[in-house]
């Protein structure tokens, strides 16, 4: 039997609640502030969402196979470190390498991702090949990745990186900054992905119903485990991106994002029970997160305080998915 459309308008204001509460906290920031609907404002959200755009869609893949990747922090400030032991300048004191000189900035970029996603295979290994649950395998990376960060930095912050880098955070292309270019290159190769290619298909299968799509005869272990090197290779350009802009890194950077990352897939229409979600459920999700905390700076709250409100979006948003989840059922 069909709903009503008093069922359907309950419906959309359940489903899409956590999004028109954000939305009407900030039209109710800029009828207030003076600066906040502003070209400079918004440039600045845009550079802020660049990075965390890039962790959300690679966090996406695992989510809609009904998994997550707790390793995705870690693997940030890895990334992070990694480029910025390349990109020191000669002439910097802390050097991490003396007597090497600074690589490419394009290649130092291809080398993060390479490295992070030689540990995302190994993760996708685990959850494919012996059935550990994608919580307990990523959650074992995330402590393997930072002890080696740890070793290999001997827990000391990175800096002085050459300009060629810097400016991959301060330099525009057409008005628009680099990192949000990368953003928008990466946000398309991902839908290209997830519409056009079997691998996508096939990531919605398992999402679906894992024994099925094995039985219809979707390689589910081979594609498990492109999903998770897919994933970490995101993460480890995140890094690159987040140093960039920051300056410096340490294996500290990125610590908290992949929860940050989950719950914008999730409040976007990312199902965290498998099956569901598409490029523009992460774009809206990190565009949601990003204006709630520079909503929450311009209404003053306390800096603390702000995490709360966070906590309760992402307690909220997860909640209604799986109302909707049951609701299906």
């Given at each position: 039997m069909g709903k009503t459309k008093q069922q359907k308008?309950?419906?959309?204001?359940?489903?899409?609640?956590?999004?028109?509460?954000?939305?009407?906290?900030?039209?109710?920031?800029?009828?207030?502030?003076?600066?906040?609907?502003?070209?400079?404002?918004?440039?600045?959200?845009?550079?802020?969402?660049?990075?965390?755009?890039?962790?959300?869609?690679?966090?996406?893949?695992?989510?809609?196979?009904?998994?997550?990747?707790?390793?995705?922090?870690?693997?940030?400030?890895?990334?992070?470190?990694?480029?910025?032991?390349?990109?020191?300048?000669?002439?910097?004191?802390?050097?991490?390498?003396?007597?090497?000189?600074?690589?490419?900035?394009?290649?130092?970029?291809?080398?993060?991702?390479?490295?992070?996603?030689?540990?995302?295979?190994?993760?996708?290994?685990?959850?494919?090949?012996?059935?550990?649950?994608?919580?307990?395998?990523?959650?074992?990376?995330?402590?393997?990745?930072?002890?080696?960060?740890?070793?290999?930095?001997?827990?000391?912050?990175?800096?002085?990186?050459?300009?060629?880098?810097?400016?991959?955070?301060?330099?525009?292309?057409?008005?628009?900054?680099?990192?949000?270019?990368?953003?928008?290159?990466?946000?398309?190769?991902?839908?290209?992905?997830?519409?056009?290619?079997?691998?996508?298909?096939?990531?919605?299968a398992i999402g679906g119903n894992p024994q099925a799509a094995e039985v219809a005869g979707v390689p589910v272990k081979k594609t498990l485990i492109l999903i998770y090197m897919k994933a970490a290779a995101m993460y480890g350009l995140a890094g690159f991106m987040l140093g960039a802009k920051a300056g410096g890194a340490s294996v500290q950077t990125g610590y908290g994002y992949e929860m940050e990352a989950i719950a914008a897939c999730t409040i976007g229409g990312v199902s965290v029970t498998g099956g569901r979600g598409k490029v523009s459920s992460a774009i809206i999700g990190v565009a949601v997160f990003e204006l709630l905390k520079v909503a929450l700076q311009y209404l003053g709250m306390n800096a603390n305080a702000q995490y709360i409100a966070i906590g309760v979006v992402i307690f909220v948003a997860i909640s209604l998915d799986i109302r909707k989840y049951i609701a299906r059922k």
């Open positions: 308008v309950k419906d959309f204001l359940i489903n899409n609640g956590v999004i028109i509460v954000m939305f009407i906290l900030v039209i109710y920031t800029g009828l207030t502030s003076n600066n906040f609907f502003t070209g400079n404002n918004l440039m600045n959200i845009l550079m802020n969402m660049s990075s965390r755009l890039v962790i959300a869609l690679g966090i996406a893949g695992c989510v809609i196979t009904a998994g997550c990747d707790l390793s995705a922090g870690r693997m940030i400030g890895f990334g992070a470190c990694i480029s910025g032991m390349l990109l020191q300048r000669l002439d910097y004191s802390g050097k991490f390498f003396p007597d090497m000189k600074p690589l490419n900035v394009v290649l130092v970029a291809i080398i993060a991702m390479l490295i992070c996603a030689a540990f995302g295979t190994v993760t996708g290994i685990f959850i494919a090949y012996l059935n550990v649950p994608p919580f307990i395998a990523t959650l074992a990376m995330m402590e393997i990745v930072y002890g080696i960060g740890l070793i290999v930095t001997n827990a000391t912050p990175l800096g002085g990186y050459v300009e060629a880098y810097t400016n991959v955070a301060n330099k525009k292309f057409l008005g628009i900054n680099y990192l949000i270019w990368i953003a928008i290159i990466v946000a398309a190769i991902t839908w290209f992905i997830f519409n056009m290619t079997r691998h996508g298909k096939y990531m919605y």
